[in-house]
Nanobody, 127 residues
Framework: QLQLVESGGGLVQPGGSLRLSCAAS????????IGWFRQAPGKEREGVSC????????NYADSAKGRFTISRDHAKNTVYLQMNSLNPEDTAVYYC????????????????????WGQGTLVTVSS
């Protein structure tokens, strides 16, 4: 069974940092592009960042540029999202998703990731 498990969410004060992890079980992430998405209450799910299979290509939503960094560790079969300078607008459930259908690139649309989704991890930014 293919599974993605997110972790690292929690409560953080404005200006703080968190590192989210997306770990795979049942398959290797080497052949998958990975996307990070978030969904705040009452809002649609939106793309935050993504990374290509090799890690050579990354994309960021405008809201994430300069603050978030995506990376992958092939040895640990895990993708990370380092989030700095967090603000209350970043409060959401964060999901990671994988697709084998993108080679050499990644996209920020949730519709590009139809194969595997994690269950999400909650990030709350509040004082």
């Amino acid at each position: 069974q293919l599974q993605l498990v997110e972790s690292g969410g929690g409560l953080v004060q404005p200006g703080g940092s968190l590192r989210l992890s997306c770990a795979a079980s049942g398959f290797t992430l080497d052949y998958y592009a990975i996307g990070w998405f978030r969904q705040a209450p009452g809002k649609e799910r939106e793309g935050v960042s993504c990374i290509s299979r090799s890690g050579g290509r990354t994309n960021y939503a405008d809201s994430a540029k300069g603050r978030f960094t995506i990376s992958r560790d092939h040895a640990k079969n895990t993708v990370y999202l380092q989030m700095n300078s967090l603000n209350p607008e970043d409060t959401a459930v964060y999901y990671c998703a994988a697709t084998s259908r993108l080679i050499g690139l990644c996209v920020l649309s949730p519709r590009g990731y139809l194969e595997v989704w994690g269950q999400g991890t909650l990030v709350t930014v509040s004082s």
